[in-house]
């Protein structure tokens, strides 16, 4: 006999834990430094409107067909459309997508750990820049090291999952959503309080048309898909949690401006104060675990700082992996039957495995050793981010646009807004989010070659 499916206790707790599964690195490490790269505010409103036209939409139409269907990801679609179904794929995908994701983030993860375990070890203070640069490299380079991170990390998401989703993962993003907001608006003010605050604003808010390039809206399409971790599983799973009584409009647009608002404080954040050492923003991995260290280390209360800063990573990073497991371990329970224990304690292992070759991947010992690992850590990130998540994410865009009836909850969208809601809705849902993802996908095909791979494959 099948127990009551699991709901969130309160509509709070469904939007600190979908909140939480939405902010994590995507926010306070990479859109930042994409922002920067991509002619600051015009690339901010070009990302606004991406949001608004793509992401919001899609995170409707994911949350509605999790709670119609009280199922993890691949079951909802078989509930709607029965096993041999094609539209199964979408399902399909995006728990592989979670599956990888959740092995290599975690690695990240795993970092920020070490260096909020440096941070309260204080060992940043006095260094030369160099010596706080190169720490990074020593991390990357010790695979023992980042193993014993990465393993941590998956063993705090294991003991969150684990205790289901009253009890873990509601219970958990209660604790630590309203604690991570508080460390960015300490972050925030002191980025605003420092010497650096108007060319940080200047470098995120000021329109450059210029630096827009069609890459740009790109970028800004498939950064919304990732920062509301939409494609992966995720959003259904909380969904199928949902009560049917909550506003889904409402819920889902606090999320989104919950997400919205911390990658915008952290960019302000994290380039004032770049600024204000005179220090130029750097891209990619750099920005967060060289520049940043850098910068604290020669700031007033720099130790507190960086204590906050990657506690803040770390919290973020936590609450993002757990819906990627919870994804997994809920297909485990729906569809084959397992317990949540045994559920979560197998994915999570499963991960920390996976995760290893990322981890060696930037292992310097050897030539032979940094090329395999690059080559799987790449192979990973491109095949999830590229091409799964906005291929599940075209999928469910189109059935739930075009095919889905979903009387109910369609129904729930025309009663709860006001008049202008579901038409909106349903404007964006059946041709601009389709469209936009479409070209996002083409793009990405073409410019990571897989159709000369296609190509040289049909001879
Ligand atoms: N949304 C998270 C971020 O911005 C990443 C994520 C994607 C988490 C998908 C869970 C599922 O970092
Ligand atoms: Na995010």
Redesign the pocket.
């Known amino acids: 006999k099948q127990a009551p499916r699991a709901q969130w206790a309160s509509r709070l707790g469904f939007v600190l834990a979908a909140a939480g599964?939405?902010?994590?690195?995507?926010?306070i490490w990479?859109f930042p430094y994409i922002t920067g790269q991509n002619g600051g505010g015009a690339f901010v409103l070009v990302y606004l409107v991406s949001i608004a036209i793509v992401g919001l939409p899609i995170m409707m139409a994911e949350l509605m067909i999790g709670r119609q269907t009280r199922r993890d990801a691949v079951g909802a679609f078989i509930k709607l459309e029965g096993k041999r179904s094609p539209w199964c794929a979408a399902g399909w995908i995006s728990v592989a997508a979670?599956f990888i994701?959740c092995s290599y983030?975690s690695v990240v993860a795993g970092w920020t750990l070490e260096y909020l375990y440096r941070s309260l070890l204080d060992s940043f203070s006095g260094q030369p820049a160099a010596a706080i640069e190169g720490m990074f490299g020593g991390l990357t380079a010790n695979g023992p090291r980042q193993l014993f991170w990465h393993f941590v990390f998956m063993i705090l998401c294991l003991g969150i999952v684990i205790g289901g989703v009253q009890k873990g993962i509601e219970r958990w993003n209660k604790i630590l959503m309203p604690i991570l907001f508080a460390l960015m608006v300490l972050l925030f003010l002191n980025g605003l309080f420092s010497a650096g605050a108007w060319q940080g604003l200047a470098f995120m808010f000021r329109p450059d048309f210029g630096k827009l390039t069609p890459g740009s809206v790109l970028e800004a399409l498939g950064h919304a898909f990732?920062?509301?971790?939409l494609g992966?599983a995720?959003m259904i799973t909380y969904g199928s949690y949902l009560n049917r009584k909550e506003n889904l409009l409402s819920a889902s647009f606090r999320v989104v401006l919950l997400d919205t608002t911390i990658s915008l404080m952290a960019g302000v954040a994290i380039f004032s104060v770049v600024f204000s050492v005179n220090m130029q923003p750097a891209a990619g991995p750099g920005l967060v675990f060289k520049t940043i260290p850098v910068v604290f280390s020669q700031l007033p209360g720099g130790q507190f700082l960086a204590i906050v800063f990657f506690l803040l990573l770390a919290f973020?990073a936590l609450t993002?992996?757990i819906?990627?497991l919870e994804a997994q371990v809920a297909y485990l329970i729906d569809e084959r039957g397992w317990g949540r224990k045994r559920a979560s304690a197998f994915l999570a292992g499963l991960a920390f495995v996976v995760g290893i070759p990322t981890a060696l991947s930037y292992n310097l010992l050897s030539e032979w050793k940094v090329v395999a690992g690059l080559v799987f850590f790449d192979a990973a990130d491109l095949l999830a981010s590229n091409y799964l998540l906005p291929l599940s994410g075209l999928v469910t865009a189109i059935y739930v646009g075009w095919f889905w009836s979903g009387a109910e909850e369609k129904q729930q969208l025309l009663a709860g807004g006001a008049g202008w809601v579901y038409p909106a809705w349903h404007f964006l849902i059946r041709y601009i989010s389709p469209l936009a993802v479409a070209v996002v996908l083409y793009f990405k095909v073409r410019d990571t070659g897989l159709f000369a791979w296609i190509a040289a494959l049909l001879g």
Do not use: H, R, V
Not at 21 to 27: C, Q, R, V, Y
């Open positions: 599964s939405a902010i994590g690195l995507g926010n990479k979670a994701i983030y990732f920062t509301l971790s992966m995720a973020a993002s992996n819906s990627l």
